[in-house]
Each structure stands twice: as C-alpha cells, then as structure tokens.
C-alpha cells in the first residue's frame, strides 16, 4: 500500500482534510475581501493628491486680453507641482477646443470629459501612469487640467498590503493548522490507547478490551470485538476442558493395563508371547505419554489459563530433575547424557517448565543414535537466562525447523513413533512465559539444539558465580 493511500485511509488525514482545507479557503477568501477592501482608499487619496494638483495648477490659468488662456505660475511653484520623492508629475492644459495651454503637450489628452473630475489608467513614454483630469472654468472659458503621474507608489502600496496580508495568512495558516493537528491528534488518543492495547496482546490473549475512554463512536465495535473474544475463549476453554478430561480419562486405565502388561511380560514362559506382550507394553506406554502430552499442552494453552501465579524458578534445579528422570532411558539406549550448569533464576511455573524440557530431552534421546551425546545446559547469556538441550542426533531439517512446532507435526527424518507434540508443548510453555524459541544445529552442524530464552526476573549472571561452567557428573556411558 502506498503512502498516499495510507493518508486517504488514515482517520487522521481524514479529519485534518476536513478541517483545515475550508479553513484556508475562508482564510483566503478573506485576504482577497481584505485586499480588495483596502487597496482603493489608497488608489483615492493618492488620485486625491492629483486633484490638488490640478486645483493649484487651474487656479492660476486666466484669459488674456484677447481670450486666450495662458498659465500664469511660477518656475519654482511648478517645481513643487512636479516634485516626487518616488514617481515622475506630468500635467497639461488644454482649452475647451483641445487647443494645448501649458505643460506637457504629449500628455494624453482627457480634456474632453463630461464630467468635472475624472480618473483613468493609461500609458505615457512607455511607462503606466494614472491621470486625473479636471474640468472648470476661467472666467466664461472652459479647459482642463490633466496630472499625470506613474504608479510606483501605487504598485508599492499594493504589493505591501499583498506582502503583509500573505505573511499574515502564512503565520495564522501556520497556527491553524498546529491546532487542527493538537485537536485531531488529541481525539484520536483514545484510538491509538486502544490500538496500544491490542498490539500488546499476545496471539493468545483473549480477554475482553478495556472500554475505558473509547469514544462512543466506536464503543459498538469494541463490543463486538469483545463479543468475538467471548466466543474463541470459550471454544478454546472448551477444547481445553474436552482435552484435560479426555487425559485424565484414559490416564488410569493406561496406568492400569499398562501394570497389567508389566506383571503377564513377567510370567509369561513362552518367548513368541512375552515378545507380543511387550509390543502391547510398548504401545501402551507410548499411548500413556502421549496422553500425558496432551494434558501437559492443555494446561499449558495460554489462552485458557490468565490466573498463573509465577514464582522465582531455579533453572538448574529444572535441569537436575529432568536429567535424574531421563537417565535410565539414556542409558538403556546408549546414549551420553549430561549437563552444563550456570545458576539462574527466572519468574515463571516450574513444573510447566520442567516439563518442556523433559519434552526437549525425550526428542533428543529418541532421535539420537547408540553413541551419541544429550547435553542439557542452563545459564544466562547477555543478561538473558536460557535453559536449551542439545543432541548430536539426526537434526531437523533447515526448512521444516517452524513446521514442527506445529502440533502432531513430525520431520520428514525423523525416528521413532512420537506424536509430534513435544516442540509444540514447549512452544505453548516458551509464549506463556513470554520467551524466545530458538531451533538450530547441533555442535559441528550435526544434529539439533533448541534454546528456550526466558525473560529475566532475578537471575544471577553467570559472572558473578563461583565457578565458570560445572558439568554435572551424572553421565550414561555409551
């Protein structure tokens, strides 16, 4: 999406539009009003000042003896007539016939006007003046007097009050619109509040929206948001309840036939009937621990549980229990299991966390080959308290390392008969605690490390222990 698809969409360019295009056109429109108001008091004063001109000059045109008119003033009075600090006077005196009396006979010539005053624009030397002509009388013969002067003054009167109106425009259209953006941006607050408050949320949260100061323009879809948020939280507290029961369900008589198996494997003589029953055994306790994982992934769904309590966990102690419960089966399988530990100590749920990791541990040993190592390490990094389990097994591949966080998705690789849920159970357990999953390979690329970042909450950095790292010395021999 473009920029300018973004302004035409945006609530805000919506409203600063609205707002601030017909205050300018009203601002505008007034600066032309204004100008158009003001300009002509000047253009008649200054025709004013011709005028007088015109008088001084008329009152001193008398008739000679013989009836013709002649202008009887002084070198230095016409001096004063013609003097201009900005623009150059012209005049001229024509009789009732046209006939040229004094002054400047190239003048354009108004003297046949029917009226006593009159003021026109026109162009004399190849320069713009404005004439005033005036009409009257000497004794019982008629001329006039036509003043001349270029519109200097006037065009620098204009241009000033031009200037000053549209510096003027500038700073209130600058004003208008700081205001326009303060109110529009401070109306819009409750919307970005909120917009805040949902772009906080996590996927999972599903909680009503605060109301709040939600504007009551948009307090409907707030409801309607709510009202969807009711619906997903039940389906998924649903889901959950339906998972939760449907565990507990089948974990007592798995537990049950499960013993059963174990007792009949033991007293069963005959080989080709143990070997079935512990097929049957095997089934079963796969079947358990699956079980057992969807009862884990239930409880650990985020979205259906808001009223964890967090307490200080020690991840060491994490490790040290995971590694005391997997050694019989590291053992049994040859493989070199062992740990790495720094001390340190995150808000969060142990027992959810322990078991993640037991879930991490349980994919490393299943996918790992007789011969090859597990190693559980714990610590913290850069400040950041980490608990991760490496294998030198099989690997995920590269491009399936976000697919198997899916639920029952199992790599294209991969060994055994899992059901593909011990990447998603952690997933769930990493975003309750508001951490950071981190699939990659093995030492020397070979196999797969998974490192779970916690945030911190009283962790001891790893520089203030006694010891740099100390190996724990439960190890399976291969």
């Not at 055994?281 to 994982?293: V, W």
């Not at 060491?316 to 089966?329: D, K, P, R």
């Amino acid at each position: 999406m473009t920029a300018s698809t973004d302004h035409a969409a945006s609530i805000r360019w919506r409203l600063f539009g609205t707002l601030f295009v017909p205050a300018a056109a009203v601002l505008i429109a007034g600066t032309v009003t204004t100008y158009l108001t003001v300009v002509p008091p000047f253009i008649d004063a200054y025709d004013q000042a011709l005028l007088e001109s015109a008088l001084a000059i008329a009152a001193h045109v008398q008739p000679d003896p013989d009836g013709r008119l002649e202008l009887f003033l002084p070198p230095d009075a016409l001096a004063i007539v013609r003097a201009d600090s900005k623009d150059s006077v012209f005049f001229r005196v024509t009789s009732a016939d046209g006939a040229f009396v004094a002054g400047d006979d190239d003048l354009p010539d108004v003297a046949r006007v029917t009226r006593s005053r009159l003021e026109v624009d026109a162009e004399y030397r190849g320069m713009p003046v404005r004439l005033v002509g005036y009409r009257t009388y000497a004794g019982n013969f008629p001329f006039t007097v036509t003043m001349g002067e270029t519109t200097h003054k006037r065009d620098e009167m204009r241009s000033r009050i031009l200037t000053s109106a549209l510096a003027t425009d500038g700073v209130v259209l600058g004003l208008i619109l700081t205001l326009i953006w303060f109110s529009v941006n401070r109306s819009l607050a409750p919307l970005r509040a909120l917009e805040d408050q949902i772009s906080r949320r996590s996927a999972n949260d599903l909680t009503p929206v605060a109301v709040g100061d939600v504007p009551a323009e948009i307090r409907g879809v707030v409801a309607a948001l709510n009202r969807l948020f009711g619906l997903v939280r039940e389906g998924a507290v649903s889901q959950r309840r339906f998972l939760d029961n449907a565990a507990h369900q089948l974990r007592t008589p798995l537990t049950g036939i499960q013993a059963q198996l174990e007792l009949m494997c033991h007293s069963e003589e005959d080989l080709v009937r143990r070997q079935r029953m512990l097929r049957i055994l095997d089934g079963a306790r796969r079947l358990s621990y699956t079980t057992h994982q969807l009862l884990t992934l239930a409880r650990a769904d985020e979205s259906a549980n808001r009223r964890w309590e967090f307490e200080d966990v020690e991840l060491t102690a994490i490790v040290e229990a995971v590694i005391t419960e997997s050694f019989s089966a590291a053992e049994k399988a040859g493989i070199d299991l062992g740990a790495e530990l720094q001390h340190a100590t995150v808000r969060g749920i142990g027992w959810l966390l322990t078991e993640a990791i037991k879930a991490l541990t349980n994919n490393a040993l299943e996918h790992t080959p007789r011969g090859g190592s597990v190693t559980l390490r714990c610590g913290t990094e850069a400040g950041v308290p980490y608990i991760e389990v490496v294998d030198t097994g099989v690997g995920i591949p590269t491009l399936e390392r976000e697919r198997v966080l899916e639920r029952f998705f199992r790599a294209s690789n991969a060994r055994g008969s899992g059901s593909g849920l011990g990447l998603a159970i952690v997933k769930e357990v990493t975003e309750l605690h508001g951490g950071t999953l981190m699939i990659g390979a093995g030492p020397a690329a070979a196999g797969t490390r998974v490192r779970v970042e916690l945030p911190t909450g009283g962790a001891v950095d790893a520089n203030t222990s006694a010891g740099a790292l100390a190996p724990v010395a439960r190890r399976a021999a291969g």
